[in-house]
């Protein structure tokens, strides 16, 4: 099983200083990642800046222009919450490119599986806009590169992130080819993917939204992938999956309210490579979105490549929330999307 990485301490100069969305993220998944026994066996790829044509695959000239301009003006604030330092639009460049060269790599069967653990994240950033910590879109701009270079015909996506991907969904929302999947927080940043989003004309269908009540843990995911993910896979047939991978569903995260452990991201991790195996040659891309709590943040990613190695025993270090609480009774929402989907 070849699984490679894609990392660069270019990553660690988007600098957001006290922001949550900060550098020691990524730092301290590499220096978890280098204590643990999966360290040997993954493949660096070094990531390059991606061109103007493949961020324009995405992004309006105009928004290109104007990230650059922020950063090369000493920097400042996209919106309240998303940040522009001097190096950010050079760094985002190599978000991009880095997670279009784990896109070539599994492509051209180099390696089979890729993690490319990439800042700025991107799911958040639409064609003219960036928000929510996102400068440009990293997963939309390589699965825009894949349709356009190597003409696949059909690609999932899924994003599990506890925040819906809006960028992501407006770039694919009229495009059949690709068939966008978000789990989230309903009623949670940024406010979009109610279940009634599932795409226009031709694409009536491939945006399929699942929005959870807070509180949702491993069972409820369980249950969403089980009765709706899995079949929904399946039933598109795609050529690749590209992971939009967010660990802010953690029940540690301070940013959002779900009670996923790191059990429950083994889990969702090993349905996905489970139908990148049955469906597409096993061709299978990760890109960092969110993950706020660096010890679930680092652990959850740690544990994403021992699933991608095949490792069978894959420890728990946080274990469960204990709680009193019973988790919501999402059987009614199932039911709902199950029929708007037509899925049986
Ligand atoms: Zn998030």
Redesign the pocket.
């Known amino acids: 099983m070849r699984v490679g990485y894609v990392y660069d301490p270019i990553y660690l100069k988007h600098d957001t200083g006290n922001h949550p969305e900060n550098a020691n993220r990524v730092a301290a998944i590499m220096r978890y990642l280098e204590r643990t026994g999966s360290w040997q066996q993954i493949n660096l790829l070094k990531p390059r800046l991606a061109t103007m044509e493949e961020i324009s695959l995405v992004h309006t000239k105009q928004y290109i222009s104007e990230v650059e301009a922020l950063a090369s003006r000493g920097g400042g604030q996209l919106d309240l919450d998303t940040i522009v330092s001097p190096d950010s639009y050079n760094v985002a460049l190599y978000a991009a490119g880095g997670t279009i060269q784990a896109v070539d790599a599994v492509i051209n069967g180099s390696l089979n599986s890729a993690f490319a653990l990439v800042r700025p994240p991107g799911h958040h950033a639409s064609t003219g806009r960036g928000m929510g910590f996102c400068l440009f879109n990293n997963v939309a701009i390589a699965v825009a590169y894949i349709l356009h270079k190597y003409k696949l015909e059909r690609i999932v996506i899924v994003d599990f ?3 819906h991907g809006n960028g992501t969904q407006d770039v694919f929302y009229s495009n059949p080819r690709v068939l966008y999947i978000s789990t989230h927080q309903t009623h949670h940043y940024p406010g979009t993917g109610s279940v009634d989003q599932i795409g226009e004309g031709e694409a009536r269908g491939t945006t399929i939204n699942i929005p959870l009540p807070s509180g949702c843990g491993d069972e409820e995911y369980n249950q969403v992938f089980g009765q709706i993910i899995i079949p929904a896979i399946r039933c598109f047939g795609p050529k690749i999956i590209v992971v939009s991978a ?1 660990y ?1 569903g953690h029940w540690s995260d301070g ?2 309210g779900m009670h996923l452990s790191i059990a429950g991201f083994v889990q969702m991790t090993r349905i996905i490579k489970q139908l990148a195996d049955e469906l597409c040659d096993g061709r299978l891309v990760f890109s960092l ?2 993950g706020y709590n660096l010890t679930a943040l680092s652990a959850s990613v740690g544990a994403t490549f021992e699933v991608l190695l095949g490792k069978e025993d894959i420890e728990d270090k946080l274990g469960q929330l204990s709680l009193e609480d019973k988790a919501p009774n999402i059987t009614g929402l199932m039911q709902l999307i199950k029929g708007i989907h037509c899925i049986h």
């Open positions: 992130d506890v925040h967010g802010d940013l959002a979105e969110g």
